[in-house]
């Protein structure tokens, strides 16, 4: 890649934090700068959730937390890495200022008004990247150390800090340093969501088989526990195909066995994720030097319950899930903490612990045994 040419990828993640991905905005605008340089003339970039508050009457300026994950600020500052922006020979006047989230944009354009027939409506900069809504959702505990997952088709794993940590050690564990509200850090890593699940169901359902998800957590069940595992995580489960026979395929040439049923290939996938995410806490905690004594689980993920239990199983601590639409509720917080209905980001979780029905799951004793037992075999196909 022509950018490592002219900085590494280690030397990046030392200026930004930001893990290492080819989608990163800053891959981007270089490759847009090689192949077309006359579009970075008198322009100003904006992120999507920024074009589209401009759109609507809102400023020139660019959201914290969205333009934390560009992979161009420094994480200290929490304003753009002008010394890495110039060694890419990007041009430093299309930048924007940088502002915090829950803070106001402008109000609906003049034209705006008329065409809907409304009032100056005020606008807005919530945490425009969706896990940092998500995440400020969260019902953390009013003390005490906590750590999160917000699941979905993928799930993001980490904890909240105040500064972010930026080392040789974090950035070998895999863990990125992202904006959150109130100038927190999302100090978080990437895991294999229900994607695993949603195109296993598309594949069988596609052949005739009919199956909702319900069905496919009953299958689950019957299962034998632990008999066959998967790294979630592993690129050839990223893309759409055919998922049930990649699952088999991995078992088969990892060793595990020939032949699976159904059953097991969800079976596969639902303590394959458990495991996952429990070995990212851990790793979580090295990385921190920290304890958690429980687990907050946040989004869409949430509805599936057994998940949530083999989660709580594999951790051997409880599971607090909810709420469900984590990131449209951290919206709203955003928008509430702006025109002053909250004082701050810990009322506003406070308002999210007393509004919805969380769940909290706790250790099955025998189910973690049985994790526990299987640890050093799943170690190996993760390696």
């Known amino acids: ?20 991905m080819t989608l990163n905005t800053l891959y981007q605008l270089c490759a847009h700068k090689d192949e077309h340089p006359e579009d970075l003339e008198n322009a100003v970039f904006l992120p999507m959730p920024d074009a589209l508050a401009f759109s609507l009457g809102g400023d020139f300026t660019a959201e914290y937390t969205i333009a934390s994950t560009s992979d161009l600020l420094d994480p200290a500052t929490r304003s753009w890495h002008w010394d890495l922006i110039g060694k890419l020979g990007l041009p430093r006047e299309i930048f924007p200022g940088i502002v915090a989230p829950c803070t106001q944009a402008g109000v609906l354009s003049e034209a705006l008004q008329k065409k809907f027939n409304c009032k100056a409506i ?3 900069k919530v945490g425009s990247h969706d896990t940092a809504s998500a995440v400020a959702a969260v019902p953390a505990p009013v003390s005490g150390e906590w750590a999160y997952l917000s699941a979905g088709t993928w799930a993001l794993l980490g904890a909240e800090l105040s500064q972010p ?8 564990a895999g863990f990125t340093n992202e904006g959150g509200l109130d100038n927190r850090i999302r100090f978080l890593t ?3 969501g229900s994607w695993l699940f949603q ?3 598309r594949v069988w359902n596609e052949a005739g088989k009919n199956l909702s998800f319900a069905d496919m957590e009953n299958m689950a069940r019957t299962a034998e526990a632990g008999r066959f595992l998967v790294n ?8 759409p195909g055919d998922m049930p026979q990649r699952i088999r395929d991995f078992c088969r040439s990892s060793g595990q066995g020939d032949e699976m049923s159904d059953a097991q290939v969800v079976r596969a996938i639902y303590d394959s994720l458990a495991l996952y995410t429990a070995n990212k806490l851990a790793g979580l905690e090295k990385v921190l030097g920290v304890k958690y004594g429980a687990f907050n689980v946040v989004g869409g993920g949430t509805k599936d319950g057994f998940l949530m239990q083999l989660i709580s199983d594999a951790m051997d601590i409880p599971v607090i899930s909810g709420p469900v639409e984590a990131t ?9 903490i702006a025109c002053g209905v909250f004082k701050d980001l810990e009322e506003a979780r406070e308002t999210v612990r007393k509004s919805f029905d969380l769940v909290t799951y706790t250790p099955d004793a025998a189910s973690t045994a ?8 799943f170690a190996k196909i993760t390696a």
């Open 328 to 336: 449209a509720t951290g919206n709203i917080l955003a928008q509430g």
């Open 370 to 377: 049985m994790f526990r037992k299987i640890a050093p075999a």
């Open 190 to 192: 990437n895991i294999m």
């Open 199 to 201: 195109e296993t169901r």
């Open 165 to 172: 940590s930026v080392n040789d050690v974090s950035r070998e």
């Open 122 to 124: 005020p606008i807005y």
């Open 1 to 20: 890649m022509k950018v490592w040419e002219k900085i590494s990828p280690a030397e990046i993640y030392g200026m930004t934090g930001i893990q290492k």
């Open 232 to 239: 979630p995580n592993n690129p050839e489960f990223f893309t």
